[in-house]
C-alpha cells in the first residue's frame, strides 16, 4: 500500500518524540558554484548517521513490540537503524548484508545487540537471503524500501524542510530503491505542488533511471560503487516504482569521480563527513545535472563511511597516491 501524505504526518507525530530536527546548513560554496541558493539537509547528522532511523523506527513503533523477530536486508544503514530502533523498543532483529559492508556499519548493527548475517555477493544476494530466512522462521521482514511506514518514515523529511525552508523550489534526494524519494514526494507535493523533486542515482548502479526508460522495473547487471547504499536492483514489486514514476519530475546520475569529488568537497569546504551514498545528491547539484533552481536543497543521506576508506580519498584528492580508490 503506497502512503498518504496523512500517513507521513502521522509518522512525523509518532517520531517528534524520539528524533530532533536534523540541520538545513545553507552552503556559501554550492550557491556560488551552482547559480543558486543551496542548502544542505544533513540527515548525516541523524541518529545512526542516515535518514533510515526514520522509516525503521517509524514501521517498528507501528508494529509494536510483540511482533516477534524483525529481519531486514541492508547494505548497511537501514541494518543500523533497524538494529537501534530495535534495542531501543526490546525487540530482536537479525540482519543480513552484503559480505564487504562497510565496518563502520556492521561493527554499529552489533553493537546494538542485532544478530548480524553477511552474505557473499552485493546487496541483491543479501535481500534474498533475508527473505528466505523470513519465510522458512514465520519472522516479520522489513524492507529498507519497500514498505509503506518505512517510506512514510523517510518522508518526515519534506515537512521539516518546508518548516523552515517553505521557498525552496527544488528537491534533491538520492535513490537507491526509492523509498526515501517517495516518501519525500509524496509529502512534499501535498504541501507545493509546484516543488520539483529531483532523484539522484550512481551511474554503475541506475536500476530506477533504466526502468523509467523502459516504462516497467527492469533488472540490471550493478556495478561497484562508492555510493554502496544506492547499489542494487529493487523488488519487482515495490510501492515506490509508481510513486517515482507520477510525482519525481526528474532522475540523474553522478559518475564515481563525480561522487568522490563531493565527498573532498565537503570536507574541505564544509567540514563535513559524508559517504558515497549521501554525498550523491550534492554531487548533482556540484555538477550542475539538476536544471534550474532559485532555492535548491540537496539532501545528504548519510555519513557512514569507514575512516580508512575516508582518508584512502582524501589522501588520492591531495595528490598523496598514485590511483584512486577502488569503488
Known amino acids: 500500500m503506497i502512503p498518504s501524505p ?6 512525523r507525530q509518532r517520531l517528534r518524540e524520539h528524533l530532533p530536527p536534523t540541520p538545513l546548513h545553507e552552503s556559501a560554496w554550492l550557491s556560488q ?23 525503521a523506527l517509524n514501521a517498528l513503533l507501528r508494529i509494536g513490540t510483540n511482533a516477534g523477530e524483525i529481519v531486514t ?9 533497524i538494529a537501534y530502533a530495535a534495542e531501543m523498543l526490546g525487540m530482536r532483529a537479525v540482519v543480513f548484508t552484503p559480505r564487504d559492508a562497510a565496518e563502520t556499519k556492521v561493527a554499529a548493527i552489533r553493537r546494538h545487540g542485532a544478530t548480524l548475517k553477511q552474505v557473499p555477493g552485493r546487496y541483491d544476494e543479501a535481500e534474498l537471503a533475508a527473505k ?7 519472522a516479520t521482514f ?5 514498505h ?13 524542510i518546508l518548516d523552515v525552508a517553505p521557498d525552496i523550489d ?5 535513490i537507491g530503491g526509492g523509498g526515501l524519494i517517495s516518501g519525500i514526494a509524496i509529502a512534499a507535493k501535498a504541501v507545493v505542488p509546484s516543488i520539483r523533486v529531483v532523484g539522484v542515482e550512481a551511474d554503475a548502479s541506475s536500476a530506477i533511471s533504466v526502468s523509467l526508460r523502459n516504462g516497467r522495473i527492469t533488472v540490471i547487471e550493478p556495478q561497484p560503487t562508492i555510493a554502496d547504499g544506492l547499489g542494487g536492483n529493487v523488488d519487482p514489486e515495490t510501492i515506490t516504482f509508481p510513486v517515482i514514476q507520477r510525482h519525481v519530475d526528474e532522475v540523474v546520475t553522478v559518475s564515481e569521480p563525480e561522487l568522490l569529488d563531493t565527498i573532498r568537497g565537503l570536507v574541505r569546504e564544509e567540514h563535513l563527513i559524508v559517504e558515497g551514498a549521501g554525498a550523491a545528491a550534492t554531487a548533482a547539484v556540484f555538477a550542475r545535472k539538476i536544471g534550474p533552481g532559485r532555492r535548491v536543497v540537496a539532501l545528504v543521506s548519510g555519513g557512514n563511511i569507514d575512516a580508512s576508506r575516508l582518508t584512502e580519498i582524501l589522501n588520492y584528492g591531495l595528490g598523496t597516491r598514485g590511483s584512486g580508490p577502488g569503488t
Open 6 to 11: 496523512l500517513d507521513v504526518l502521522a509518522a
Open 33 to 55: 558554484h551552482a547559480g543558486a541558493r543551496v542548502s544542505l539537509k544533513l540527515e548525516s547528522m541523524q541518529l545512526t548517521g542516515s535518514f533510515k532511523i526514520r522509516g
Open 73 to 81: 536486508s541492508s547494505a548497511g544503514n537501514h541494518g543500523r537503524a
Open 132 to 138: 528466505r530466512y523470513t519465510q522458512e522462521t514465520g
Open 142 to 146: 522489513i524492507s529498507p524500501y519497500n
Open 148 to 160: 509503506p511506514d518505512v517510506v512514510a518514515g523517510g518522508g518526515t523529511v519534506a515537512f521539516e
Open 170 to 174: 527544488t528537491l534533491v534526494v538520492p
